[in-house]
């Protein structure tokens, strides 16, 4: 059985390396991708402060469907270059915005979200969605949290299929 340890690291790259090597304890034996999705999601939730909301959107039909997540209800469909999402996607690269007001096209789910990160998932050479992290808190997100959450996504993607 799984249990959720508290992360007690100041420094964030520890923190994460910590929370990946969780995250491969968790995700260990099942490679069920929703399944392995939403426990992402869930130790996400509850391991890193000042969230609103974290989860995935998966590409199906050339545009991005909503996945498993936590939080409040959430956009369902995002079409590809549209918001956050919408741009790691189209670009596949991670994008960091302390601002979301402030970000031009910008899909306001949550009026409380301030700030957002969103990491495209990508395996052999394949989108198949984006990880997705939003804020009630400007300028939440840094380098260290966009490198910890890639390592996260290619836990992630090493044991899904």
Same mark, same amino acid.
């Given at each position: 059985?799984?249990?959720?340890?508290?992360? !007690?690291?100041?420094?964030?790259?520890?923190?994460?390396?910590?929370?990946?090597?969780?995250?491969?304890?968790?995700?260990?034996?099942?490679?069920?991708?929703?399944?392995?999705?939403?426990?992402?999601?869930?130790?996400?939730?509850?391991?890193?402060? !000042?969230?609103?909301?974290?989860?995935?959107?998966?590409?199906?039909?050339?545009?991005?469907?909503?996945?498993?997540?936590?939080?409040?209800?959430?956009?369902?469909?995002?079409?590809?270059?549209?918001?956050?999402?919408?741009?790691?996607?189209?670009?596949?690269?991670?994008?960091?915005?302390?601002?979301?007001?402030?970000?031009?096209?910008?899909?306001?789910?949550?009026? !409380?979200?301030?700030?957002?990160?969103?990491?495209?998932?990508?395996?052999?050479?394949?989108?198949?969605?984006?990880?997705?992290?939003?804020?009630?808190?400007?300028?939440?997100?840094?380098?260290?949290?966009?490198?910890?959450?890639?390592?996260?996504?290619?836990?992630?993607?090493?044991?899904?299929?």
């Amino acid at each position: 059985m799984f249990e959720l340890k508290s992360i !007690d690291c100041p420094d964030k790259a520890e923190a994460y390396a910590e929370l990946t090597g969780q995250l491969q304890a968790l995700l260990h034996g099942e490679r069920d991708f929703i399944a392995n999705y939403a426990n992402t999601a869930a130790l996400l939730w509850h391991s890193l402060p !000042d969230l609103n909301w974290v989860g995935f959107y998966r590409l199906l039909d050339g545009q991005l469907v909503l996945g498993p997540f936590q939080g409040k209800p959430a956009c369902v469909r995002i079409q590809l270059g549209k918001g956050v999402c919408g741009t790691a996607a189209a670009t596949r690269k991670t994008v960091l915005v302390p601002d979301v007001h402030a970000f031009p096209g910008h899909i306001a789910c949550d009026p !409380d979200s301030c700030s957002e990160i969103v990491v495209p998932l990508i395996q052999n050479g394949k989108l198949l969605g984006v990880l997705d992290l939003d804020s009630p808190k400007l300028g939440r997100f840094d380098t260290a949290d966009r490198a910890g959450l890639e390592k996260i996504a290619a836990a992630l993607l090493a044991s899904s299929e």
